[in-house]
T-cell receptor, first 114, second 116 residues
Framework: AQSVAQPEDQVNVAEGNPLTVKCTYS??????LFWYVQYPNRGLQFLLK??????LVKGSYGFEAEFNKSQTSFHLKKPSALVSDSALYFC????????????FGKGTRLHILP | DAGVIQSPRHEVTEMGQEVTLRCKPI?????LFWYRQTMMRGLELLIY????????DSGMPEDRFSAKMPNASFSTLKIQPSEPRDSAVYFC??????????????FGPGTRLLVL
């Protein structure tokens, strides 16, 4: 069965520093991988996704993520954090060889400290 | 496009009452999803539809929960009778395309339900 793990409940980063939010996954076939962001009292917003092709995926708000097949990871990164990046981040995975639904991780709360 | 529309945005009810949550997906989207979010359990998929047909309802907690999609532009999630443990934020999402596609889901603003 497919699964996704976000090992950190919370990540604190100083404004201007690079940030990384970790995600690992498990699928039987090839993965579709997604990152979503949730701001307070809002629904989830799509950030970026990996389907195929270049392992480095660029998305909204300056975020990017790197697909690493050998490590089964899809970590979210940004070179320079902004206070406005503070939010809840969800990684999600789907096995593209199966008729399975997308599975979301538990979420990582990102705090950017001014 | 207005995005996914959910109503009501907030609902406060008493235990035992029926609750109906509504969702209008993005026009042209073929798949619709209902999620529940709580602090304890995170984001849980309850049910999803493809072309108005329920595909997987394995996430529906129990028989008190039911969902329908009578047409491509409307879906309801009903809880009858409601219980305090049903208090959560309920999200509806829609996506273009059906099974096997790497489609992006677009989420509504959610309905915050409080059952007293």
């Amino acid at each position: 069965a497919q699964s996704v793990a976000q090992p950190e409940d919370q990540v604190n980063v100083a404004e201007g520093n690079p940030l990384t939010v970790k995600c690992t996954y498990s699928v039987s076939g090839n993965p579709y991988l997604f990152w979503y962001v949730q701001y307070p009292n809002r629904g989830l917003q799509f950030l970026l996704k990996y389907i195929t092709g270049d392992n480095l995926v660029k998305g909204s708000y300056g975020f990017e993520a790197e697909f690493n097949k050998s490590q089964t990871s899809f970590h979210l990164k940004k070179p320079s954090a902004l206070v406005s990046d503070s939010a809840l981040y969800f990684c999600a995975v789907r096995d593209n060889g199966r008729d399975d639904k997308i599975i979301f991780g538990k979420g990582t709360r990102l705090h950017i400290l001014p | 496009d207005a995005g996914v529309i959910q109503s009501p945005r907030h609902e406060v009810t008493e235990m035992g009452q029926e609750v109906t949550l509504r969702c209008k997906p993005i026009s042209g989207h073929n798949s619709l999803f209902w999620y529940r979010q709580t602090m304890m359990r995170g984001l849980e998929l309850l049910i999803y539809f493809n072309n108005n047909v329920p595909i997987d309802d394995s996430g529906m907690p129990e028989d008190r929960f039911s969902a329908k999609m009578p047409n491509a532009s409307f879906s309801t999630l009903k809880i009858q009778p409601s219980e305090p443990r049903d208090s959560a934020v309920y999200f509806c999402a829609s996506s273009l395309g059906g099974q096997g596609a790497g489609e992006t889901q677009y989420f509504g603003p959610g309905t915050r339900l409080l059952v007293l």
